[in-house]
């Protein structure tokens, strides 16, 4: 017998401004709106369609009207909570779009939004709903995710931005095509703060670009996600990234500390600071878990996700490629005795590296740009490094498209992949 047809299936109810919340355990859960409302992150789920979540993912199922769900599978700690802060998001929300409505009356710029907060309070989630709302409004934000380790944009270790005009594909994320994407190369900030800032101001350059010829744009607005880091040089970087994007709404989720100094250091006149309540049902995820979501993204992007993607494997020569590093992280800060200028230089400098079998599964970006001028270009796609041949001076890749590469140069990352899905 099909094994799904083994598997229990429930029905279950849920009441107004409730939320249904399971983590998938092994396989794959599906789930099906049969009777009533009801949204996932911020997505309408329309009638009768069959959602699939696949094992480790963490879903809310929130109702404000009521609803009645069919769902299949084996599910981690699955209940329903009355306990939700999405009353509260939502009125966020409404003063989000009160914003936009001013802007589009007086021609101005809508809310350019930071979030903020520690690691695992539900700062991509809460982006994705406020996008998605925006969204449902008719606007068309930008979603900036500076997240290097989870982010949705691009691969692990690389940040981007993306124009919004569709909700969020409930299973897969945001789907648009053309993100802006750029090399960072590691899955922590402080791996490169110099770089980490030098990138945010490009996407903001990005963003105000497009805002001067597209008034749509401008008047939406954005939200920029963080990554978990708020205190010391990470702090430090949330009040640069105010300046950077000009940010007038910053959301701080469950850090009290942080709220109190925003509002210290940045006057209410230049962007308001908000303190909202972390929802109950965001997971903590810890190491092993982080390193799964790392890993599937990579494996996403070469093998596809629901419609699957053959890459490519071939052949080139050491001199068909040019792999360059951005900082000279090796050399530990404090055996160096260099003043701070140009420890800056050090950190931003692009060092050729030489090709050797300690390459073997590093993810590389191939980048437009040309050296020694590669910091902030963009990415016009990424390649694995399957194997190196010393002796016969090939490198073996694994590729989205077919030889030739589209570009030559590269920037190595501190991101592995191999075959088999493993990132270290
Ligand atoms: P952060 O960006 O702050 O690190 P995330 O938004 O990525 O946190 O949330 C962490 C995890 O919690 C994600 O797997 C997300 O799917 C899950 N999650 C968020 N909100 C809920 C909720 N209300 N119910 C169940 N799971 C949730």
């Not at 230089?345 to 390459?359: A, F, H, T």
């Amino acid at each position: 017998a099909d094994k799904k047809e083994s598997e229990p299936t429930d029905t279950i109810v849920i009441t107004s401004e409730c939320e249904l919340r399971f983590e998938v355990e092994s396989d794959e859960v599906s789930l099906v709106l049969v009777d009533g409302q009801a949204e996932i992150f911020g997505t309408e789920i329309p009638l009768n369609k069959v959602y699939k979540f696949v094992a480790g993912l963490s879903i809310a199922v929130f109702s404000w009207r009521g609803c009645r769900l069919k769902i299949t599978g084996n599910c981690n700690s699955r209940y329903i909570s009355k306990q939700t802060p999405m009353v509260v998001y939502l009125q966020t929300h409404g003063a989000l779009q009160q914003m936009r409505n001013n802007a589009e009356r007086d021609d101005k710029d809508g809310p350019r939004i930071l979030v903020v907060g520690p690691q695992d309070v539900g700062k991509s989630t809460l982006c994705r709903l406020l996008c998605n709302y925006a969204v449902r409004m008719k606007q068309q934000p930008v979603y900036v995710d500076l997240d290097v380790g989870q982010g949705c944009i691009g691969i692990p270790g690389s940040i981007g931005a993306l124009v919004l005009e569709r909700q969020a594909d409930v299973e897969e994320g945001f789907t648009e095509q053309l993100p802006i994407v750029y090399h960072f190369g590691y899955y922590f900030p402080d791996a490169n703060w110099a770089l980490y800032n030098e990138l945010a101001k490009k996407i903001a350059d990005d963003i105000e670009k497009r805002s001067e010829f597209c008034p749509k744009a401008r008047h939406s607005g954005f939200v920029v996600n963080t990554c978990g880091y708020v205190t010391g040089d990470g702090y430090k970087f949330i009040k640069e990234a105010v300046d950077i994007f000009k940010i007038n709404c910053i959301l701080v989720i469950d850090h009290e500390r942080v709220f109190n100094d925003l509002q210290r250091d940045i006057p209410e006149d230049k962007a308001t600071s908000i303190l909202l309540p972390k929802s109950g049902g965001v997971i903590k995820r810890n190491g092993p878990c982080r390193k799964r979501t790392r890993e599937s993204r990579v494996k996403q992007y070469f093998y596809g996700f629901r419609r699957p993607l053959n890459p490519f494997v071939f052949n080139i020569g050491f001199d068909e490629i040019e792999i360059y590093k951005i900082g000279s992280l090796e050399v530990s800060d404090s055996l160096l005795p260099i003043n701070k200028v140009s420890d800056i230089k050090n950190k931003l400098s692009c060092v050729k590296i030489d090709i050797d079998n300690d390459l073997i599964h590093t993810v590389l970006s191939l980048v437009f740009g040309e050296p020694p001028d590669l910091l902030c270009s963009t990415v016009a796609g990424f390649i694995v490094v399957k194997d190196v041949d010393m002796e016969n001076r090939q490198i073996n890749v694994l590729a989205p498209a077919p030889h030739p590469l589209p570009h030559n140069v590269c920037l190595w990352s501190d991101t592995k992949f191999n075959d088999e899905g493993s990132i270290s």
